[in-house]
């Protein structure tokens, strides 16, 4: 039981340049989630997905898009890559533990710098 | 005023301290609530749920209180270990299938032997 996974760890692009996040779990969550961590700014969430087939924009959706491919997977991509975009990213996934409880488990992050 | 406000820190406490922190929100009607843990460079972690009766995990008390929004936490007998930074998180989504997060900012826990 591996959680929740990303890939890359690390990834350094160039302005303009393109990518994708990729984020599976495998504790069968229907939610998951995009966030992105600055210093001094906190966790902010990018855009979510509450269930299969559905996705939201968060706080800070300007300049991303996103793919829930299935109940597993939520792919986070970035068109024109921007200095502002660098920062690192986290993909959570999140169940229903209590009767108005949803915990949010946390992937190890993919460290990106935009040059 | 943020939406979930915390004193950054950073608390220095040596090893078997109590060491204690707070936090507020500013929507009444937030549902549930956190507290997360995250080491340097590294993703959050859940440390526990708190319940509006307050509630225990070995070392580890929260407590909740509705009426003033704020949330606690009351480490025991402090480690070396728990050295790390606690993020205070609510849902103000209420209770609906998915929950969306509202993060403090952290405040820094430094213990030193």
């Known amino acids: 039981n591996a959680g929740v996974t990303q890939t890359p760890k690390f990834q350094v692009l160039k302005t303009g340049q393109s990518m994708t996040l990729q984020c599976a779990q495998d504790?069968?969550?229907?939610?998951m989630y995009w966030y992105r961590q600055d210093p001094g700014m906190g966790l902010r969430l990018i855009y979510y997905?509450?269930?299969?087939?559905?996705?939201d924009k968060g706080e800070v959706p300007n300049g991303y898009n996103v793919s829930r491919l299935n109940k597993r997977e939520f792919s986070l991509r970035l068109e024109s890559a921007a200095p502002s975009q660098t920062s690192v990213y986290f993909c959570?996934?999140?169940?229903?533990?209590?009767?108005?409880?949803?915990?949010?488990?946390f992937g190890p992050g993919t460290r990106l710098t935009v040059t | 005023r943020k939406e979930v406000e915390q004193d950054p820190g950073p608390f220095n406490v040596p090893e078997g301290a109590t060491v204690a922190f707070n936090c507020t929100y500013s929507?009444?009607?937030?549902?549930?609530f956190f507290w997360y843990r995250q080491d340097c460079r590294k993703e959050p972690k859940l440390l526990m749920s708190?319940?509006?009766s307050g509630n225990e995990d070995g070392r580890f008390t929260a407590q909740l209180n509705r009426a003033s929004q704020y949330i606690s936490l009351l480490i025991r007998d402090s480690k070396l270990s728990d050295s790390a930074t606690y993020l205070c998180?609510?849902?103000?989504?209420?209770?609906?299938?998915?929950?969306?997060?509202?993060f403090g900012q952290g405040t820094i826990l430094t213990v030193h032997p």
């Open positions: 997905s509450a269930s299969e087939g559905t996705t």
């Open positions: 998180v609510v849902n103000m989504a209420g209770g609906t299938s998915y929950g969306k997060l509202t």
């Open positions: 929507n009444s009607a937030s549902q549930s």
């Open positions: 708190v319940y509006s």
């Open positions: 504790m069968n969550h229907n939610s």
């Open positions: 959570a996934s999140s169940g229903k533990t209590g009767t108005n409880t949803y915990e949010q488990y």
